[in-house]
């Protein structure tokens, strides 16, 4: 077929039809590649949502003759980054011989076990619950959606007439039920009472196209979608303003960030009651106009209507009781207010599962909210880690879109708590809950790490990110900074790490840094002074200028980043760790070494002050004494090096041999050695350690601390 160029308002026609050609006669090649297509605009579906399969032909391997085999993406997939080793490959025949032995819609589950009987290739992926609403559908290409427009037409109170209208009866209609092998024989059913329909609307749910060609499955999936997107924009605003119009009026974006950041960390204390939770913040403005409406109150106890939806966001938002402008720098304050609403919303969650659960149902899961709502300044969410925070984000802005598009045209409905109930705690999903990796040891954390641009910060920052924290990256020098983010983007991905840059020795810099952090993460719980400067001279060589830098990075920005780093943990009221990077030079005395001697034997005992002083609060803080850390250090690449190679009679490329030499064990220190450091005292071995020094600098009997 050729393909023309196709133009759409609503969804993206991203088919190249030179790169498809050169797949041309390989069907899987092209199913990867439509997939990843539809993944890439998340008005089609969302990370982890639908699920796309052809049918081909191949050798079978035991009798040597061809026989249809349909791929399928496999459990727990996403099409947007889609590889072949995603999806679940089964040989059709024997998938719809199961038909035979399917005992009725109570024994549902039983069904998904057996799909592995019907495996073709053996290192496929495990096939999903919806495998057989693709396999009892006899087309060779399929597409299963949850795009918004769809949807909010499958969620109106009259979905099905408008499906028919809208599409004179071109679209099927299959009133919702929990996805599997029932819902696959009532789709073939539906298709074999009009033969004639180009898809299948599944009520409260999503969205089945298909073509006979990759291209044609595209394409027919696209149209769809854009008619219903173009009805909904057509009657947009006929019925009134969308959500009942603005009940109050946003704050400008630079005090919604502000607000944001101040509360942020305050929310993640609460969310955290049970496990460490990380946060993100949107204040899209598709956000504010469903959170600053008179229509929330109505819509938001509702709950959303997708499965998938719900599955990621909870069944309902916490929506906070307070006015955009409050006054949140009274902490306890704030906290007395909102905590009535937090037992409010856990009485509700476990009430709802009491009052649905049945005999064999898994345990209740935690109670606190997932999406928490401030009207005039955005929309916070929280979970374990930062990328499932982000996702369902993104799913409750479908939501969203969704009851936009269904109040356009319509009224919006939300499944029934029961059949919710069912779906969020499906032993199904359970089973699928159990077989997650368990988490790192730093998992929920997110760190703030001065100077992780390079040497040792960068060494820690990666690997506190190694152990599943993440990670403020930062540093007073712009390009070694922007470096260090490429860096971090390639190996990590952008819901590992975010890039600010700080002057230790400003307060602005250390202010606008952690509220970064609460915007990224929540807030933070584990900080790192690690920068630094080196300056070595003779007493009559050092100037006053020498010394008050010394200080002023040294101690001075230790002792502010820490002060900012504890109005945060305290805030959370989780407690946290103190990390400070100081040196063997704080315990020892040298040549030439007035000036940082001095500076870092005051670090060492600031820590000591600091670490009785926070105790009260959990807040743990220890030491880690470097020496002649040389690797990647803009320390040793200037006079600092060329000072201690002085100070010893030795040349510059003697350094490293020099320092190894001098230590009982005769080891050269590299930066992941101090990283490692870190991460005893923060990864759970240490919890109740605090006031310690940890050398490591190869042995250095001077240096010992008693």
């Not at 199961?98 to 024994?107: A, D, N, S, V």
């Not at 659960?357 to 374990?384: C, E, L, W």
């Amino acid at each position: 077929m050729s393909v023309e160029t196709t133009s759409f308002k609503h969804v993206s026609f991203l088919w190249d039809e030179n790169k498809a050609a050169s797949m041309a006669g390989d069907e899987v090649a092209l199913l990867i590649y439509r997939s990843n297509l539809l993944g890439a605009d998340l008005r089609l579906t969302n990370y982890g949502g639908g699920n796309t399969s052809c049918k081909t032909y191949e050798k079978d391997p035991l009798t040597g003759e061809q026989t249809e085999v349909m791929w399928v993406k496999g459990s727990g997939g996403d099409l947007g980054t889609l590889k072949k080793s995603g999806l679940a490959a089964l040989y059709l025949d024997r998938l719809r011989r199961l038909k035979k032995i399917y005992r009725g819609i109570e024994f549902e589950d039983e069904m998904v076990e057996l799909f592995n009987y019907s495996i073709f290739d053996l290192n496929s992926k495990a096939p999903s619950i919806d495998t057989p609403l693709h396999g009892f559908l006899p087309f060779k290409h399929i597409d299963h959606l949850h795009p918004d427009a769809a949807i909010a037409i499958a969620a109106a109170k009259d979905g099905k007439e408008i499906t028919q209208r809208l599409f004179n009866g071109t679209i099927g209609w299959v009133e919702w039920q929990r996805p599997g092998f029932d819902l696959g024989l009532k789709m073939a059913q539906t298709l074999k009472e009009s033969p004639s329909i180009r898809g299948i609307m599944l009520g409260s749910h999503g969205l089945f196209t298909w073509g006979d060609t990759a291209y044609e499955s595209y394409i027919n999936t696209l149209e769809v979608i854009e008619r219903c997107a173009e009805f909904i924009e057509e009657n947009t605003g006929k019925k009134g303003p969308v959500f009942g119009g603005q009940k109050i009026q946003s704050l400008e974006k630079a005090e919604r960030l502000k607000q944001a950041a101040a509360l942020a960390p305050v929310l993640r204390g609460f969310c955290s009651d049970k496990q460490k939770m990380v946060g993100h913040f949107t204040d899209d403005d598709r956000v504010l106009q469903y959170i600053n409406s008179n229509d929330l109150e109505r819509l938001a106890p509702m709950g959303t209507s997708c499965p998938d939806h719900f599955l990621r966001t909870k069944i309902s938002p916490l929506v906070l009781n307070l006015q955009p402008g409050d006054d949140l720098s009274n902490v306890q304050s704030v906290k007395e207010k909102i905590a009535p609403q937090f037992e409010e919303y856990r009485k509700m969650y476990a009430d709802y599962y009491t009052n649905h659960k049945h005999p064999n149902s898994p345990g209740i899961r935690d109670a606190n909210p997932v999406v928490i709502i401030y009207p005039g300044v955005g929309m916070f969410t929280f979970s374990k880690d930062k990328q499932t925070a982000r996702v369902a984000s993104e799913f409750y802005v479908n939501a969203i879109n969704v009851m936009r598009g269904s109040e356009a045209i319509s009224e919006y409905t939300s499944l029934p708590r029961q059949e919710a109930f069912d779906i969020e705690y499906w032993l199904l999903e359970e089973a699928k809950l159990q077989r997650m990796p368990k988490p790192k040891a730093l998992s929920g954390r997110v760190a703030l790490v001065t100077g992780s641009a390079g040497g040792i910060g960068k060494a820690i920052a990666k690997k506190f990110a190694d152990e599943g924290a993440c990670i403020v990256i930062n540093d007073n020098d712009a390009q070694r900074l922007e470096s260090a983010n490429e860096e971090f983007q390639k190996q990590y991905g952008k819901d590992v790490f975010t890039g600010v840059k700080l002057d230790v020795t400003s307060a602005a810099d250390i202010k606008a840094a952690f509220e970064a952090a609460a915007i990224a993460f929540g807030g933070a719980d584990i900080v790192v002074n690690c920068a630094g400067l080196s300056i070595s001279k003779p007493i009559e060589e050092h100037t006053e200028k020498d010394w008050d830098l010394l200080y002023d990075v040294l101690v001075k920005g230790q002792f502010l980043v820490t002060q900012a780093g504890v109005e945060v943990m305290r805030k959370q009221g989780f407690g946290g760790d103190v990390l400070n990077i100081v040196s063997k030079n704080a315990l020892m005395s040298g040549p030439n070494n007035a000036g940082y001697g001095s500076a870092k034997a005051a670090q060492l005992h600031l820590s000591r002050l600091n670490a009785a002083e926070l105790g009260k609060d959990h807040i743990r803080v220890n030491v880690v004494n470097p020496d002649a850390v040389i690797s990647d250090s803009k320390i040793w690449a200037g006079a600092w090096a060329e000072g201690r190679a002085k100070a010893y009679g030795i040349k510059v490329e003697e350094l490293p041999a020099y320092y190894a030499k001098r230590t009982l064990l005769n080891e050269i220190i590299l930066p992941e050695d101090i990283a490692s450091a870190c991460f005893a005292f923060t990864g759970g071995l240490l919890n109740k350690s605090t006031g310690n020094v940890l050398n490591v600098d190869g042995g250095v009997a001077t240096a010992f601390v008693r």
